[in-house]
Each structure stands twice: as structure tokens, then as C-alpha cells.
Nanobody, 115 residues
Framework: QVQLVESGGGLVQPGGSLRLSCAVSGSIFSINFMGWYRQAPGKERELVAG???????SYADSVKGRFTISSDNVKNAVYLQMNSLKPEDTAVYYC?????????WGQGTQVTISS
């Protein structure tokens, strides 16, 4: 059974940094895409950053220049380095992996930006 386990969330002050990690337990094959989504209270879940197995990356306009997504294709892990954090980045962040067969979601990790 495949599970995605996120870590690295927490409470930081505006301007601070966090690094989210998503590790896969179990066997997973034919990954096409790995990404991070977030959902703030009262808002829809949105794609923050994504990376294809070929290494192409994409970012939401709101995080460009501040967030960096990376992956380890050997470990089937994906990371999100978040710098210059703002209060509006506060949300539950979810890891997502899409294979040729289906998609998988992590349980989410809370990120709170507050002074």
C-alpha cells in the first residue's frame, strides 16, 4: 500500500523559511508528476508547484521566486523549499504524486505564517 508522508510544516514568522518533504512508503511506479498543493480555510485547493519526471517545473504566480520544488527520483521523494514566507502562504500543504494509473495524496501538513 502506497502512502505519502509529509513533514516540515510549522509556525514561522513572516520572511522566514520552511522546507517541506514528502516521502513515499510502498512501491510506486511510472510517476509522471509530483507536486505540492495547498488549501487555506474557505478556499479551494490550489497547485503551488509541480515537477515532472523530466525535471520541468511549474509554479503558481503567487510563489514564483520564493518557492523551489525539487525531487529525488531514486527515493521517490519531493521537496518544497519556501522562502520569504508571507501570511497569505498560511494553509495546509499537500503532496501529490500522479502515476500513469492513479494519483496519490498525502495527509497534509500545516504551514502557518504569523508574527
Amino acid at each position: 500500500q502506497v502512502q505519502l508522508v509529509e513533514s516540515g510544516g510549522g509556525l514561522v514568522q513572516p520572511g522566514g523559511s520552511l522546507r517541506l518533504s514528502c516521502a513515499v512508503s510502498g512501491s510506486i511506479f511510472s510517476i509522471n508528476f509530483m507536486g505540492w498543493y495547498r488549501q487555506a480555510p474557505g478556499k479551494e485547493r490550489e497547485l503551488v508547484a509541480g515537477i515532472s519526471t523530466g525535471g520541468s517545473t511549474s509554479y503558481a504566480d503567487s510563489v514564483k521566486g520564493r518557492f523551489t520544488i525539487s525531487s529525488d527520483n531514486v527515493k521517490n521523494a519531493v521537496y518544497l523549499q519556501m522562502n520569504s514566507l508571507k501570511p497569505e502562504d498560511t494553509a495546509v500543504y499537500y503532496c501529490h504524486i500522479q502515476t500513469q494509473v492513479r494519483g496519490y495524496w498525502g495527509q497534509g501538513t500545516q504551514v502557518t505564517i504569523s508574527s
